[in-house]
């Protein structure tokens, strides 16, 4: 698309007549767009649109509309729509929440705690439990050190206190229905 001195000219004078980009881009056909048309005119710096004449006499009030949803006016509470059903009303019940009773808890066994075993961090290797003991800041801080467990940083006792199975953590959770 090139813009020729006659399409220039047709440019200038329906911008100065007040059309939109998107009105001048369809007059001028070929291929113009709404956004060759807005570069165009920055490039010319035009800026002029024609103004339109306001009158100094004071508008009619508007007339009020009747609500387009029955019982809005009412002071109903709006109803939820829900899906490509956007404007059509549909009632839904309160969500009321559900207390799910929690069994009582049971003391967990895990496993006997393994004796000895402490070690610094020095002494630490794939062969060692790698759960902290202690204060790092503290002098007396250690790891466990005894054997991990297959696939884990950890002993069996200590594996079993880091991973908790996922329904054990669902069931501590209150169920809202």
Not at 137 to 144: P, Q
């Amino acid at each position: 698309m090139s813009w020729t001195d006659e399409r220039v000219e047709l440019l200038k004078r329906l911008w100065a007549e007040g059309l939109s980009a998107s009105q001048i881009a369809g007059r001028l056909g070929q291929g113009v767009t709404r956004n060759a048309v807005i570069g165009k005119v920055h490039r010319l710096n035009l800026s002029g649109r024609a103004q339109q004449t306001r009158t100094a006499a004071p508008r009619a009030p508007r007339k009020q509309r009747e609500p387009s949803i029955p019982g809005r006016s009412t002071g109903m509470p709006s109803l939820p729509s829900a899906g490509a059903t956007a404007l059509k009303p549909m009632m839904r019940a309160e969500p009321q929440m559900r207390l799910q009773t929690l069994p009582a808890p049971e003391p967990v066994r895990l496993v006997d705690l393994p004796k000895g075993g402490r070690v610094t961090i020095l002494h630490l290797s794939d062969k060692t439990c790698k759960w902290p003991i202690g204060d790092p800041g503290a002098e007396d801080f250690c790891f466990c050190g005894h054997g991990p467990r297959e696939g884990s940083p950890y002993c069996e006792y200590h594996a079993r206190l880091a991973y908790q199975p996922l329904q054990d953590r669902r069931n501590r959770r209150v169920s809202y229905g």
